[in-house]
C-alpha cells in the first residue's frame, strides 16, 4: 500500500502503532429510515462517491480537512443474505389416500418471511460511519449527520 491512498490505513493496521478506526454513527431502518433508504443497497462505486462527498461535507461542517479514502460507509448490500431455503414436508389426506407435499417454510410461514425480508435485513444490519479516531469523535458530535448522510447519498 505504499504511496497509495491506502497507505495510512495499513499502516494502522499492520504498522508498528496500531490505528484503527473508529464507528462514528450507525442507523437502522427502525430509528433512521431516511439514511437506511438512501444508502441500503447501493453499489459499490456509488458508496464511494458518497464516501467522498460525505467527507467534504463533514470537513466544511468541522472546519478541518477529512480524507475522503479515511471515511467509510458500510450499508447493506442489496442482496439478502439470510435466506430461509427450507423444505416442510406437507402430509396431505384425502379421499383415503395419504400424500405429502414439499414446500418453501417461508412460503408457510408469515413470521419467517418477516423475520428474513424484514425484521433482519432492515432492523439487524445498518448503516454505519468509520473514521480515524479522532475524526470519528468529531463526527459522532454532529447532530444533524443523518441529514448530512442522506443529502450526500447521491
Known sequence: ASGTPAEPIAAGLFGATRRLFKRAASFDARHSPAVHQALAGQPYPEMAAASTRLAEALGHRLGRFIAG?????????????????????EDRVGGGVAAFAWQSLEDLSPVVRSLAHEQFDNLVKRVRIFAPPDDAQAIAGIPDLDQILVSVSG
Open 69 to 89: 479514502d479515511t471515511l467509510i460507509v458500510d450499508a447493506p448490500p442489496a442482496e439478502r443474505e439470510v435466506e430461509f431455503k427450507l423444505q416442510v414436508r
